[in-house]
């Protein structure tokens, strides 16, 4: 399944669809087919390096990537080291936070 994929069954599942919404593909390719997801609510570079390690495809964080939100800022260290991560563990990440607050569940 590709990734793009993966984010749209997660986002089918809410009972409430948003047109604007910040869940979508943050960093790498939208299609590239994933066997492996982590899932976090915080992406850090120590879970981008375990997710390399253990081969992971694809990671699902709950809250924004990068310092300042879901784009890199790249006058921050903390943005460049972690977009250099991102680049060579060939890794996509998705966000997933709106949709997962409109879940029936969420209570």
């Not at 081969?55 to 080291?81: S, W, Y």
Request: one cysteine or more.
């Amino acid at each position: 399944m590709k990734a793009v994929e993966i984010l749209n069954r997660l986002i089918e599942g809410a009972y409430y669809k948003q047109q604007e919404t910040c869940d979508k593909i943050i960093f790498g390719t939208p299609e590239k087919e994933v066997n492996k997801v982590a899932v976090c609510f915080k992406l850090t570079s120590e879970l981008v390096d375990k997710a390399r390690k253990g081969n992971f495809d694809m990671i699902i964080t709950h809250e924004p990537t990068f310092a300042r939100g879901d784009f890199c800022d790249p006058t921050l260290i903390v943005d460049q080291k972690k977009w250099e991560l991102l680049e060579e563990s060939g890794i996509t990440v998705a966000r997933f936070h709106d949709h997962a607050h409109n879940y029936a569940k969420d209570y």
